[in-house]
């Protein structure tokens, strides 16, 4: 976990690293500063997070493109059927790649791109269900749907790029700047819940409903949040969205084992297809150019007999 053999605390630094992966502190000087003390660590938060509006700032950024993103998906599937919005809400997917091309500078290949969009189909068919019949009648309007979709589908590719690029473009610590990022969204949200259920909250108390469970959810959300910045900071939003397409899959494979759930055609033929779209994302790219030398040269040495 630590750079050579020059730190005379690697145990300690270890212990508090926890599940950092282990290119987290030897490629980063300052995240060991910060992680391997906890006066460091609070020196550390005073220094970015207090001490620091402008940060704080460019980290509210995503949290509230996060928050339209969500308002932006409730209203969509709103004034949507359910399957138009599944099929319609994995625009994100590609949207994601190209914001990535776009604002980081990356280059994708062909097969990548291929891969992006079977990747796209595959967690649609996975997550397929049949319209079902319903009486109940509601008043939809599709074009302010579609609208709100699209403005969806931005939002995600350009938060999720844009947390990435403030993540990669210094150096200080994924923790610290996980909290920047919370601290903003955390405002946000209490924002909207008050202004939403502000008197439910006034007579029953903020955490009325709160059970183990729901805290339990809670925790597993934080935690799984935590992993997503680490996958963010240390490959890509790409890979971030095919492996929460394999998620998807592992969720519903655990479903059919413990709840008895019954697998579809479209499950499986959508779980071919994300495996697939994996399988041809993590291909490393080939130079042709040597090949296509090599046929140029054949067809030379052809021409010249």
Request: proline share 3%; aromatic share 10%; hydrophobic share 45%.
């Amino acid at each position: 976990m630590t750079p050579g053999g020059g730190s005379g605390r690697p145990r300690r630094a270890r212990r508090a690293c926890g599940s950092v992966p282990r290119g987290a502190v030897g490629n980063h000087g300052r995240p060991k500063r910060e992680t391997g003390n906890l006066g460091r660590f609070k020196a550390s938060l005073r220094e970015n997070v207090l001490g620091s509006p402008k940060e704080l700032m460019k980290l509210s950024v995503p949290s509230l493109v996060y928050a339209v993103q969500n308002n932006m998906a409730f209203l969509a599937l709103s004034n949507l059927d359910a399957a138009v919005y599944q099929v319609t809400y994995q625009l994100k997917i590609p949207c994601t790649a190209l914001c990535t091309v776009l604002m980081l500078n990356r280059t994708l290949s062909k097969l990548q791109w291929i891969s992006v969009f079977m990747l796209c189909g595959g967690v649609t068919l996975v997550q397929w269900k049949p319209a079902q019949a319903t009486k109940v009648v509601v008043e939809q309007n599709p074009l302010l749907g579609f609208g709100a979709i699209a403005i969806a589908v931005l939002c995600s590719g350009f938060a999720g790029v844009y947390f990435e690029k403030v993540l990669k473009s210094s150096d200080t610590s994924l923790w610290v700047r996980n909290i920047q990022m919370y601290l903003s969204g955390i405002v946000v949200t209490l924002v909207g819940v008050y202004l939403s259920d502000g008197a439910e909250i006034k007579e029953k108390g903020f955490f009325f409903g709160y059970t183990y469970y729901v805290w339990f959810v809670i925790l597993l959300a934080s935690v799984g949040g935590l992993y997503t910045s680490i996958v963010v900071k240390y490959t890509d939003n790409i890979m971030k969205g095919f492996s929460a397409a394999a998620a998807i899959v592992l969720s519903t494979v655990a479903s059919v084992m413990l709840f008895g759930l019954q697998i579809t055609l479209t499950f499986a033929l959508g779980t071919l297809l994300v495996c697939v779209s994996i399988y041809l994302y993590g291909l490393p790219r080939q130079d042709t150019t040597s090949i296509q030398q090599g046929e140029t040269d054949s067809k030379e040495r052809v021409i010249g007999v």
